[in-house]
C-alpha cells in the first residue's frame, strides 16, 4: 500500500484548505456509539423525494462495520440491500454482527433500523494486506482534466443567465442550486440539446468530497467513496429515455462496491458509469472510480426500481 504522501502526489495534490474539513467526516459519517456494536447516524441532505439518500445509508453502515475491525484490516467488497424507504425525520440504528474473524479476512454484517424495522442490511468484507504477483486494470479513459471543466454551480448559473431558458426549467434548477450537497461534481462531455435525444447510457463525471479529509484513516475514505458512489448513479439507466419519459418512481434495490487501491476521496477521482441494461421496471448500473494517476481505486454495481410517465401525461 501506498504511503499517505505518496498517493497524494500520484493523485496530484490539490488538498482544500485543511481548517475546511469535510463535512462526510465532522458531521454525515461521525456515528454516535451507543452500545458495543450499536451506533446511532443523522442526516445531513436528504433529496427532494424525502427519501433518504442511499449513499448515507451505504456510507454509515460502513462506518460502524469499520469500527468492529484492526486497524491492520480494510474493506475489500461490500453487498447491500435496501429493504423499506427510510423516514428523514428520525435516526437510524446500525447493529454490527461480527459474522467472521479470521487470519486474513473479517466479515461483519449490518443492519439497519428505523421504527423496529430493517429499512437496510449489509455484508462488509476485510482484508490484511497481502501481496499478488497477479495485477491487471482496465485503462482509465482519456477526458479533459477536472481543472478544465465547469464545476455543478457555475453549470447551473450559466443555464440561469440564458434568457431563453423556460421558467419550468428555471425553477428546477434554482431548487438543484440550492442543495447543500456534501460533493463536488465536473460534468465531461456535457450534452447539447440535440444530442440529449440519441444518448448512450454512458456518464462521466470527475468527483471529489467537499473540504478536507486528509491522509489519515484510508477506513474513512473508503466510507466517503461509499457515499459519493450513490449519487447521480442510477440515474445513468434514464440517459436514454429522459426526453421521452419523466421519472414516476426511481428507488436503489441493491447496491455493491469493490474496493482494489488506496485513494484519497478529497481529491478529484474520474466517475466513469455506465447502463448495460433497464427492463422490468428496474435499471442495472455498472461503475468505475479512477484516480488520477489512472489507478482504479473502486468498482461498483447498482440496481433500481425505475417507473416513469411519458412526458405529456397529465397523470
Known sequence: MS???????EQGGGDPPRDLRSVLVTSVLNLELLDEDLFRGRHYWVPSNQRLFGGQIVGQALVAAAKSVTEDVHVHSLHCYFVRKGDPKVPVLYQVERTRTG???????VKAVQHGRPIFICQASFQKAQPSPVQHQFSMPTVPPPEELLGHEALINQYLRDPNLQEKYRVGLNRIAAREVPIEIKLVNLPTLSQLQSMEPKQMFWVRARGYIGEGDMKMHCC???????????????????????????????????????????HWMLYECESPWAGGSRGLVHGRLWRRDGVLAMSCAQEGVIRVKPRDSKL
Open 103 to 109: 487470519v486474513s479476512f473479517s466479515v461483519r454484517s
Open 3 to 9: 504511503s499517505p504522501q505518496a498517493l497524494e502526489d
Open 224 to 266: 466517503v467513496a461509499a457515499y459519493i458512489s450513490d449519487y447521480a448513479f442510477l440515474g445513468t439507466a434514464l440517459l436514454p429515455h429522459q426526453l421521452q419519459h419523466k421519472v414516476h418512481f426511481m428507488v436503489s434495490l441493491d447496491h455493491s462496491m469493490w474496493f482494489h487501491a488506496p485513494f484519497r476521496a478529497d
